[in-house]
């Protein structure tokens, strides 16, 4: 089964810093989801990679999706207070049904900027 | 749109008692998943449905667990009898399809107490 690490499990970055998550996967990744969740609430959908090599930004996060397709970094340029929560990367595995996917999760990166 | 909407939001109920968890989709999605969050295992994907028929139902820890889509804009997660190692955050999920590359909206969440 695909097995996702994250790393590190958890952050804390003095508010203006930049900081990067990883996520490696086991196997090659077919797509990679990033997502946030802030306490008490569900996920928020970021990006999604497919492509080795793909680099895409929204506001100050930045995800990339390396050349192997084996691992994915989440860069957080100047970061605020509102970044805070927890980062999940998951990816794309096909179901015990054929042709349809579901998507395996890793553990979370957790994030806390202080002001 | 609402988004996925769950009900409760919040659980306490006493071990052995039976819990229903809700889900209403996003409307005009096709695909609807139940996930379960915990702090020791992260988050699971427990099962889903694909046009109201469940198609992967290998996560479901238990004969206790079971999960019901009577209709596109519905479904419940029930647990029969209750546990306290049951006591983790519900999610329920929706997208357009199950498919590749497909991106799923998550609801808030039902935080479930077994005491």
């Known amino acids: 089964s695909q097995e996702l690490e994250q790393s590190p499990q958890s952050l804390i970055v003095q508010e203006g810093k930049n900081l990067t998550i990883n996520c490696t996967s086991s196997k090659t990744l077919y797509g990679l989801y990033w997502y946030k969740q802030k306490y008490g609430e569900g996920l928020i959908f970021l990006m999604m990679?497919?492509?080795?090599?793909e680099e895409k930004s929204h506001e100050k996060i930045t995800a990339k999706l390396d050349e192997k397709k084996q691992q994915s970094s989440l860069h957080i340029t100047a970061s605020q207070p509102s970044h805070a929560g927890i980062y999940l990367c998951g990816a794309e595995r096909e179901s015990s049904r054929a042709g349809s996917y579901q998507l395996t999760f890793g553990k979370g990166t957790k994030l806390s900027v202080i002001p | 749109d609402a988004g996925v909407i769950q009900s409760p939001r919040h659980e306490v109920t006493e071990m052995g008692q039976e819990v229903t968890l809700r889900c209403k989709p996003i409307?005009?999605?096709?695909?609807l998943f139940w996930y379960r969050q915990t702090m020791m295992r992260g988050l699971e994907l427990l099962i889903y449905f694909n046009n109201n028929v469940p198609i992967d139902d290998s996560g479901m820890p238990e004969d206790r667990f079971s999960a019901k889509m009577p209709n596109a804009s519905f479904s419940t997660l029930k647990i029969q009898p209750s546990e306290p190692r049951d006591s983790a955050v519900y999610f329920c999920?929706?997208?357009?399809?199950?498919?590749?590359?497909?991106?799923?909206?998550f609801g808030p969440g039902t935080r479930l107490t077994v005491t």
């Open positions: 990679l497919q492509k080795g090599g």
């Open positions: 409307s005009g999605h096709n695909s």
């Open positions: 999920a929706s997208s357009l399809e199950v498919s590749y590359l497909n991106e799923q909206y």
